[in-house]
């Protein structure tokens, strides 16, 4: 399924999480999510969790954890 994480459009597996996602876009920015270094927020400005699920079509943009 496709999905957009900063303006980047990736291809991702169905079931993937949040995490699955970020991974897929960048292992240095998968290792400071779970770091709690970034946040991954939703189109609406949303915070999310990395073991949330994705769904197709989705936006995400990834940010500096505050």
Known sequence: MKVILNNSELII???ATISDMVLA???RS????QRG????YDRFG????PDGPV???QLFYLKRAE
Not at 30 to 33: A, G, R, S, T
Not at 37 to 40: A, H, R, Y
Request: proline content about 0%; overall charge positive; charged content about 25%.
């Open 13 to 15: 597996f169905k079931g």
């Open 25 to 27: 876009y960048s292992l």
């Open 30 to 33: 998968h290792k400071m999510l």
């Open 37 to 40: 270094k970034l946040c991954v």
């Open 46 to 49: 949303n915070l999310t969790e």
């Open 55 to 57: 769904y197709e079509g």
